[in-house]
């Protein structure tokens, strides 16, 4: 049996979850509402204060989406009480970001500035010239957007310069000898 998929989700005070007719499960919290469709073949059942997501059988497909679907009603009930964020670091002589309203401004070195604009129920914050913080309730918005940033200007192994998240480790090399 799923690990994962087995263990209940405790519902929070102040969250509530509903399941309608082919899995659509609404999600509300104190930072907003989310809501998905998950696979009908799951039987997701709220049991007082928790949710229970059982599978009809054991063929290999069914267990993979028992565990997947615990897990994704659960990073909405994270997402509507606690949010999701995500810390960018842009490195490099000259990389800098600045916010104008609702868009982020990256200069990265190219010829012109790269413009992104922050998607619905995502907010980019800055915190100082060389640090971007992504938060909201949606993990998957939240990560797919601070990808989208990382990816104007990933980071490169011989000086270390561009945008990296917070957390990652970069494998640097050694560049060129001279010759002998």
């Known amino acids: 049996m799923s690990r994962i998929g087995r ?4 519902i929070p005070a102040g969250v509530t979850v509903d399941v309608a007719e082919n899995n659509k499960v609404t999600v509300k919290g104190p930072k907003g ?3 998905r469709v998950l696979p009908s073949e799951m039987s997701i059942k709220v049991e007082g204060a928790e949710v229970v997501v059982t599978r009809p059988n054991d063929l290999k497909k069914m267990k993979s989406l028992h565990g997947l679907t615990r897990t994704l009603i659960n990073n909405m009930v994270v997402g509507v009480t606690n949010g999701y964020e995500k810390v960018l670091e842009i490195n490099g002589v000259g990389y800098k970001a600045a916010k104008q309203g609702k868009k982020l401004v990256l200069s990265l070195g190219y010829s012109h500035t790269v413009d992104m604009e922050d998607p619905e129920g995502v907010e980019s914050v800055l915190d100082g010239p060389n640090k971007i913080i992504i938060k909201g309730i949606d993990k998957e918005k939240v990560g797919q957007y601070a990808a989208n940033i990382r990816e104007k200007r990933a980071p490169e192994p011989y000086k270390g310069k561009g945008i990296k998240y917070a ?13 002998k």
């Open 7 to 10: 263990m209940p989700i405790a």
């Open 33 to 35: 509402t989310l809501e």
């Open 167 to 179: 957390d990652e480790v970069i494998r640097r090399k050694v560049g060129k000898t001279g010759k």
